[in-house]
């Protein structure tokens, strides 16, 4: 990795300095910057020639001096090789060989490299990538792109995959490539060239994310600005719906904090950060997702006494028997504290036997479910002989944390590790209690009657260990207390049963006061009044729950179905020595039977099991009883069947996603039509599952949602399952783009993501049988054709003219970005010099236009549109004088004409005997095909091994004989069809079937149905057929009021022709109008044909106005 990594100054070096910025700071010159560490310099003009395009063939160059072997490669003779028969200078010649031996190129062909092309921005992403270690990626060129933008080297360069590069944007690569960290390091790639990059001057949160499900990451620009470390890592300071925070811990860059609980796969959250530092409060919004599996960063020997073990993120419930000493597993205790997986011998005072063993560690869970795999590591276990050291204690409110400088062992840690005495007192008070919060940082909590004195206190620690027995020297150190104002405040809230509700607070809370059943009232909405009205006595218990953070309140009856509540909650306090008062709060929510709950998808894996997919969490206790679930078996009109009447030993399983539920029936033996689901499955939000039977069949991918996000730039579609790969991009249709098939489609978090379309699509469509997967699509899934209009999330936007005439009338014209409901358009103000005139609903609309027209304005400056997020102002300027070429219909020619005809498709008569010189069927059987209507007496015979069944020879396999069949290239169809009597052979006779000629499988012989020796088919009955008119005309200019589906009427010779229009060209000026059916007949079509006159065209626009366009000629236009 090394020789790879110091090659990278070659690359910089030979682009020279140029100018970029990075994010979220101040602009930096890196150009100086990378000139003052002597790695950048000009060629002799110093011209930089920034603007110029890198060629393909010195991107070879560059990659021999990344991959330290351009000496080898300017020197590299291969027979054969290089096979490019495009290279115009020799001295490229044995670079390409070397790049080709080695498989780091590939060519347009065999015999094109593209010598004298461009490089493009995935071929130099690929370098990068391989500078970085990603050499399988690099390698991976349908996903390489998509690596290189995740890793941020692709920041600040808007290109796409395929498109050229100029060396100004290959500098900027290259610049953020220093950024990025190595792969499988926490090093980046400038901290393995030695080279400090430049530190950002502001401090702020670049980013809140959850790449796991028990961690929030907060990015900090510029850690190094924090002003007050303890404030950083006080777990009090952070609140957050996903849970409650019980560690925080600042390396590098980065805040990473530990929730007592885990997130949900994809779930959408909260977090509040208070009290740390003005540039970093606030509240910011994150989702949880984690695409990863785990994997062992470190192993690390703590002593005799103790292994850690360190993961790239937590893990779930790693046990002994995940750990293997020599290849044996070793009688242990497994501690684990976020990341870390201590392991210690189970006897107290016990120790690993000194010297080299191999650790094995095995395959450990993440909270996704992602498993790790298994890994050897060689460790030596020594003896430390370094006594703990306490590197820094924290007193806040009652509790004391302690920091020491090394791991300490948790079979030393107890209660009389401190005790506090006030500054010059005498006694000292031991701690109540402890809680390790991680290997190295252990909290202390003191109880009311022992409360630490304020402003500071005397802190001791003493008896505290190392992992090979031995103890710190006692420690004596005097520390202000920290005393917390800060309120507690309800961050999440949910429905636990039709009685119970739980409440979720940012802190730890009184007991007392939680149980006071007065601080919380329950009020029901009347709707007859408007108001809500307090339910007296409605509050039976409140208590608290599996944390001091959690209060579940229990009501004295269940909710009503349908009714609307608001649950007001006050006088809660903390338990902090100040015992801080929440602020007045209340909850409101709706509870019963709701549309909104619902199965989306349901996944029929095999008779044994069944998952079904619910739109909404639902209520574990009840998702997870079988009395719930009813089985009908063979058909919707079967009898219900309960689990237990289909196997031994059911079982139900929700997920830990809240939504998915897993019935398993082992030992079902019978085809499940569908499940029955009661009135009992309960959403958390208080939503009933109305009686619901869902047949198994109907399952299918769909679209719930397509929004195009607020920049226009891309659109997220989601579907009632997570997706796992995505269509084809010519399965997708984007209707309202510009281009039409210019636009990339990708995964991202389960769902699809649209970028780099023009215009602005209204509406997704999805063909049918596309290549898109989700998660639990196992055959089951139907993908059917799926459509959804685009919701427009940019921000409201407008263009505005305003044109005062001589006559002193004022036209005010009003351009949208997007369509807007009549509601938005009546909040839309309109004001003329500051006195309004009405909403923009009061305006003529056309499409996203909106005119209005004033009389009496003289004098009028400006005007002003204000509402739904617009506020623009505009100067009233002159009107425009009307364009001089006046919308005339110039000509007129029919495109399609109009007709309607008969057509017939005749019956065939087609006879199939079988040699029966056998008396089975065997290799020497022939089948015979003596005649077929319509052709010659024929006799072609099918070989009987052809089409025999490859499990039963006595058997004839119809899907193989309708095959052969149809090779004998007569005209006739065969084809395998199932129905009630079985798997039969029909040769196609007419069109609706009735003169079909069937044949049916026999174990020794194959006879006639419906027709002896295959009787004579009748003609079908003739079909008629339309063929829809349309008419194009000629514009001198084409108005702009014309739009596609206007109805337009047409009088001339034929006198009333109606139609609408089909298709305008604006450029070609020609609108195409496609005539309706007959009023009378609606087989036919209404005509008109060469040489009727044309005498006028009416349209009706939008608001019903009908509108007479002139011709170019009094006496009309004539029909060609």
Do not use: C
Request: no cysteine; charged share 30%.
């Amino acid at each position: 990795m090394k020789r790879k990594l110091s090659l990278l100054l070659a690359v910089v070096m030979i682009l020279g300095s140029f100018s970029m910025a990075f994010a979220a700071e101040e602009e930096v010159n890196p150009a100086k910057f990378l000139e003052k560490e002597g790695i950048l310099v000009g060629n002799e003009s110093g011209d930089l020639m920034l603007d110029e395009p890198l060629l393909r063939r010195d991107a070879v160059v560059i990659l021999s001096r990344l991959m330290k072997a351009e000496d080898e490669a300017k020197n590299f003779k291969e027979e054969g090789l290089p096979t490019f028969k495009d290279i115009t200078d020799k001295y490229y010649t044995p670079y390409l060989a070397w790049a080709q031996s080695n498989k780091y190129i590939k060519g347009h062909t065999e015999e094109k490299f593209g010598f004298n092309d461009n490089l493009t921005t995935k071929e130099f992403a690929a370098v990068l990538l391989r500078a970085l270690g990603y050499l399988e990626e690099a390698d991976d060129w349908e996903e390489l792109f998509i690596k290189a933008k995740d890793l941020g080297i692709l920041e600040g360069v808007e290109k796409e995959a395929d498109t050229k590069l100029v060396r100004r944007e290959v500098a900027q690569m290259i610049y953020n490539a220093l950024g990025v960290k190595m792969k499988d390091s926490d090093k980046t790639l400038a901290e393995f060239l030695g080279i400090e990059m430049p530190e950002p001057s502001v401090l702020e949160i670049e980013e809140v994310k959850a790449e796991n499900l028990k961690e929030i990451t907060v990015v900090l620009s510029n850690a190094k600005l924090v002003k007050n470390e303890i404030a950083i890592e006080d777990a009090d300071n952070y609140r957050t719906n996903a849970g409650k925070v019980v560690d925080v811990r600042l390396i590098d860059n980065e805040l990473r904090l530990l929730l007592d609980g885990e997130m949900k796969q994809g779930k959408k959250y909260d977090l509040s950060i208070k009290d740390v530092q003005k540039e970093l409060d606030g509240k910011y919004e994150f989702v949880a997702y984690d695409n990863e599996a785990p994997k062992v960063e470190e192993v690390r020997v703590l002593g005799t006494q103790g292994i850690r073990v360190t993961m790239s993120e937590p893990v779930k419930n790693p046990h002994e028997k995940d750990f293997r000493l020599d290849g044996k597993n070793f009688v242990m205790r497994v501690r684990n504290y976020g990341r870390d997986i201590t392991l210690i011998p189970y006897r107290e005072n016990g120790k690993f036997e000194e010297g080299e063993h191999e650790l094995t560690v095995g395959q450990l869970t993440d909270y996704a479910g992602f498993k790790s795999k298994e890994e050897k590591f060689d460790i030596n276990i020594v003896e430390d002989t370094t006594k703990p050291v306490v590197k820094r204690i924290i007193a806040k409110n009652n509790s004391v944390v302690v920091e020491f400088e090394q791991e300490v062992h948790p079979d030393s840690i107890n209660k009389t590790n401190v005790s506090w005495t006030q500054v010059r007192g005498r006694k000292a008070t031991e701690a109540d209690g402890y809680e390790i919060l991680s290997g190295n940082r252990v909290k202390y909590t003191f109880g009311k009657a022992k409360e630490l004195p304020k402003p500071e206190v005397e802190i001791t620690v003493k008896g505290v260990k190392n992992y090979s027995g031995y103890e710190m020297d006692p420690h004596t150190e005097v520390v202000p207390l920290t005393l917390d104002f800060s309120r507690p405040e309800i961050v999440d809230w949910k429905l636990l049963d039709d009685d119970v509700m739980k409440l979720v607070f940012s802190k730890d809370l009184d007991k007392k006061t939680v149980e006071d059943t007065s601080n919380y009232v329950l009020n029901k909405y009347n709707e007859s009044k408007e108001t809500y009205e307090e339910i007296r006595y409605a509050v039976k218990s409140a208590k608290l729950g599996d944390a001091n953070n959690i209060v579940l309140i229990e009501f004295s009856e269940p909710f009503v179905q349908g009714g609307k509540y608001r649950l007001d909650v006050s006088g809660l306090r903390d338990d902090t020595t100040l015992r801080n008062s929440m602020i007045d709060d209340e909850i409101f929510f709706t509870y019963g039977i709701g549309e909104n709950l619902d199965v989306t998808a349901v996944v029929k894996r095999d008779k044994e099991q069944i998952i079904l997919l619910f739109n909404k969490d639902l209520v574990r206790r009840e998702a997870e009883e079988l009395r719930n679930y009813e089985f009908r078996v063979d058909n919707k009109d079967g009898k219900l069947l309960r689990a237990e009447d289909l196997s031994r030993e059911p079982s139900v399983i929700l997920y830990g996603d809240g939504r998915t539920v897993e019935i398993n029936l082992p030992g079902n033996e019978r085809d499940i039509h569908s499940v029955v689901l009661g009135l009992n499955i309960t959403s958390l939000d208080g939503n009933r599952m109305e009686d619901r039977e869902v047949v198994l069949k109907e399952s299918r991918l769909s679209i719930t949602s397509a929004v195009l996000s607020k920049d226009g730039k891309t659109i997220t579609v989601s579907f009632n399952q997570e997706i796992t790969k995505a269509p084809e991009k010519d399965e997708v249709t984007l209707e309202g783009a510009e281009k039409a098939s210019d636009f990339k489609v990708d995964v991202v978090r389960g769902k699809l993501e649209i970028t780099g379309f023009t215009g602005v699509p209204t509406k997704v469509e999805i063909k049918a049988g596309s290549s898109i997967e989700s998660k639990y699509e196992n055959g089951s899934i139907t993908k059917k054709a799926m459509s959804k209009n685009i919701t427009d999330e940019r921000a409201l936007d407008a263009e505005i003219e305003a044109k005062l005439d001589a006559d002193n009338e004022l036209t005010i014209k009003v351009t949208l970005n997007k369509t807007i409901t009549a509601s938005q358009e009546d909040k839309i103000d309109v004001l003329v010099d500051g006195n309004l005139i009405g909403t923009l609903g009061s305006f003529t609309r056309a499409g996203k236009e909106y005119t209005l027209e004033l009389s009496n304005q003289a004098g009028a400056k400006k005007v002003r549109v204000v509402g739904e997020g617009l506020d623009e102002t505009v100067e009233v300027g002159p009107a425009v004088p009307p364009a001089p070429v006046e919308p005339k219909i110039s000509s007129a020619k029919i495109v399609t004409a109009g007709q309607d005809y008969e057509a017939g498709v005749q019956a065939v008569q087609a006879e199939l005997t079988i040699d029966t010189t056998t008396t089975t069927l065997d290799n020497n059987t022939n089948i015979e095909i003596t005649s077929i209507e319509g052709s010659k007496s024929i006799s072609d015979t099918i070989d009987i091994s052809d089409v025999l069944d490859d499990n039963d020879p006595t058997k004839i396999d119809l899907n193989k004989l309708a095959t052969a069949i149809d090779n004998l290239g007569l005209d006739i169809t065969a084809e395998v069809v199932t129905d009630t009597s079985g798997t039969n052979l029909v040769l196609k006779g007419s069109e609706d079937g009735t003169n079909n000629i069937k044949f049916e499988q026999s174990t020794t012989s194959l006879t006639t149905v419906n027709g002896t020796n295959g009787t004579e088919g009748k003609p079908a009955v003739p079909e008629k057929q339309l063929i829809q008119q349309e008419i194009e005309f000629g514009f001198t200019a084409v108005p702009g009021m014309l739009e596609i589906g206007q109805k337009v009427t047409i009088n001339g010779t034929s006198s009333g022709v109606t139609g609408e229009i089909k298709s305008i060209d604006r450029t070609n000026k020609t609108v195409v109008v496609k005539l309706d059916k007959d009023l009378n007949d609606s087989t036919k079509v209404q005509k008109l044909a060469v040489g009727d006159t044309i005498n006028s065209f009416e349209v009706t626009t939008e608001g019903s106005i009908t509108v007479t366009i002139p011709f170019a000629t009094a006496t009309g236009v004539t029909l060609q």
